[in-house]
């Protein structure tokens, strides 16, 4: 089952009903795990599966395995059906025949042409305005779309004041943050600016998320692939279903309050994060004693500075820097990597994206910790209290501005400048090496 509040339940189409927690799937062909909502107008369609192990054997009778368990007692007997090795098997049923991801097979499809999209662009930034203007007004006249943005911009004077965002002001639908919930009316997603548009983007939609098209107007970001500067021709074509996608997973936190455990209250605190949930000592100078549960064991105390959780995504973010991998946003995993540990010891480590994480404060922590999502709703965890960390069935639908493995690997080069280094010189480049170089020197003297 999985763990949650009714923000998990849902409408949530077929397959999706078939891959519990440990993410094992239920009889029936993998090809399409994740489906978006219902009446969304987008599928993410998979080429077919490349299957790994033999297939699954028919059921057997009574007698047929009785008689199967006595010939395969001697370990080199004939066994009739062909297994793991001669006595060892993982299970009857297919769901054991492991379905791996052709990254290249994830694509976008629309179900229905899109009708309404949600611009979002980057907040106290000028330079942002005239390619926001620009593309809103094409969305309306050229794609004749609905176009929604926040309310919040419209309090922004170099935007309000511009006399070209005077003739589609009216033309807008706007929404609020805190009171609209946007699940179902958007079937597209546009972010424009930096990285942070996109985690944006991620805390709008605490269900099923529209595939998001990202844009960079300086330079190249970890989530935000495309230029701006042909972004007719670029976004014309994921309209039109051309679109390599990369499903970012996310994580599903919910921090239970001691009273609310105790009162069997709905959680107050229940959120998605794209990039990391970071548990740290907050403004005490003592080192915080971090208990880490996975899925009940408890399997250490984490003594530090803190702790970080984090998706693959947001590997290359907090965890790069506290020396975690770096892990591809299609890597079904989930990263947990201790900040400044006291014990050297302490290396990153990386779990199964099915299992489920409690983090709580030692019983004998001198003081609290402190808890943030995507660096947001910082507060405090106090003894008694837990928080659960689990892999969200509604990942991100990120747009690929060429494929999965060529933006990733380009992301890392520009912004990390992973790897970069001066180039040694080759022995031809090098002068003569035939002579001693210490000749000279023996001349002199």
Partial sequence: GMMGGSNEEGPVVKDLERLDLNGHVSDGDVSEVVELREGARVRYEEDAPVRIGAESAPALGHAESEAIKRRTRSLNAPSPIQQFGPCGRIMKNSAMVMTIQDPASQRLTWYKPPLTVLVIKKVRDAMVIPPFI?????????????????????????????????????????????????????????????????????????????????????SLGFLTPFKFEDFESQVTHVLEGHAALTLRSRLRCILMKKE???????????????NEVVIDRGPSPYLSNIDLYLDGKLITSVQGDGLIVSTPTGSTAYAVAAGASMIHPSVPAVMVTPICPHSLSFRPIVVPAGVELKISVSPDSRNTAWVSFDGRMRQELCHGDSLRVTTSIYPIPSI??????????????????????????????????????????????
């Fill in 400 to 445: 690929s501005a060429q494929d999965q493995i060529t933006d990733w690997f380009d992301s890392l080069a520009e912004c990390l400048h992973w790897n970069a280094r001066k180039k040694q010189r080759t022995l031809d480049e090098l002068s003569d090496l035939s002579s001693d170089p210490y000749d000279e020197i023996k001349n002199e003297s």
């Fill in 134 to 218: 620009q593309l809103v007004k094409w969305f309306i006249n050229h794609k004749r779309m609905v176009v929604f943005v926040e309310g919040a911009i419209m309090d922004d004077p170099v935007l309000t004041r511009n006399p070209e965002f005077g003739h589609i002001q009216e033309k807008l639908m706007t929404f609020d943050e805190k009171k609209d919930d946007l699940t179902d009316k958007i079937d597209f997603v546009v972010c424009l600016g930096g990285d942070g548009t996109l985690l944006y983007a991620s805390s709008l939609f605490q269900q099923s998320v529209p595939p998001i098209m990202a844009f960079h107007l300086g």
């Fill in 260 to 274: 609310e455990e105790e009162t069997s209250a709905k959680p107050n605190t229940n959120q998605l994060v794209l």
